[in-house]
């Protein structure tokens, strides 16, 4: 499965960017993309100044084949309250959707393996919350729009899922996760979740050390990508809308 890298730098370390529980508000109104900082202190703290919407479609456009695949994967390393992540769901969204309007069945499905393959790590939990809220409230737009009656909470329940498990709250210098105050738990280690369709209806979940991912030669160009593919954690297979019970 390919994935997509983009690279950039976080406290002096270079680090891969590209390819929990989800508050039920929408964030759209909690949050003007035009905003790049919350305050001052911040900026000083964990040097959050958020990308704005021109240098974030500029940097997308230079990747645009990838954008347009529902699976091929993207993970932001620091990724706010994601600006790049909205971005390229809104891309992937909007290829499936031209693709699959009149077919709701692909059209429920291809748009949850489209937000399956967005990942982002954060230090900051706001952020994290942020950016789960916006991808969901993005997916669930569309999805009652294109659906209409044949949307299901289930489908809504796996997406939350996946946010929870893809959107991770974690130090991306040390690869753990962290408390609500940013400080290491240095007993959980970052995982993420590979998922991917094995039948029709059947998705499979494979979890793996996010140490371990990068610790990988080739990390630059593949995550998820065949036979050494980082610690191996765990698999679960389900249906594709019962994704919580079964893990
Ligand atoms: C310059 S902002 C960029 C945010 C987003 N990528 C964007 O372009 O809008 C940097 C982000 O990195 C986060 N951050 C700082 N140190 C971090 C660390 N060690 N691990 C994970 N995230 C971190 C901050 O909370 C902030 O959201």
């Known amino acids: 499965m390919i ?7 976080l406290n002096s370390r270079r680090i891969g960017l590209q390819d929990v529980e989800l508050p039920i508000c929408s964030v759209s109104k909690m949050f003007n993309m035009s905003k790049q900082i919350k305050s001052k202190a911040r900026v000083e703290e964990r040097g959050e100044v958020f990308t704005n919407e021109r240098e974030v479609t500029a940097m997308l456009d230079l990747v645009s084949a990838e954008c347009l695949r529902p699976d091929s994967r993207f993970l932001e390393p620091a990724c706010g309250n994601g600006n790049f ?6 891309r ?10 009149s077919a709701h069945r692909d059209y429920e499905k291809q748009s949850i393996i489209a937000i399956g393959s967005l990942y982002g790590v954060d230090i900051m939990k706001d952020n994290v919350e942020e950016c789960r809220v916006r991808l ?36 991306a210098l ?16 970052i995982v993420f979740s590979e998922w991917s369709m094995i039948s029709g209806t059947q998705m499979q979940r494979r979890d793996f050390t996010f140490a371990e991912l990068l610790a990988r ?5 593949a995550l998820f990508n065949g036979e050494a593919e980082g610690k191996f954690v765990d698999r679960y297979i389900t249906h594709y809308k019962n994704l919580q019970p079964n893990g």
Do not use: H, M
């Not at 294109?146 to 974690?170: H, M, Q």
């Open 3 to 9: 994935c997509f890298f983009i690279y950039f730098w």
């Open 92 to 101: 992937k969204l909007d290829e499936v959707k031209r693709k699959y309007r």
């Open 217 to 221: 030669k080739d990390n630059d160009v």
């Open 174 to 189: 040390t690869l753990n996760c962290v408390d609500e105050n940013g400080n290491d738990l240095l007993d959980q280690p």
């Open 85 to 90: 992540l909205v971005a390229i769901l809104e």
């Open 136 to 171: 969901f409230d993005i997916w669930d737009k569309r999805y009652k729009t294109i659906c209409k009656k044949d949307c299901s909470d289930e489908a809504r329940e796996s997406v939350r899922f996946i946010l929870r498990r893809n959107i991770v709250c974690g130090n």
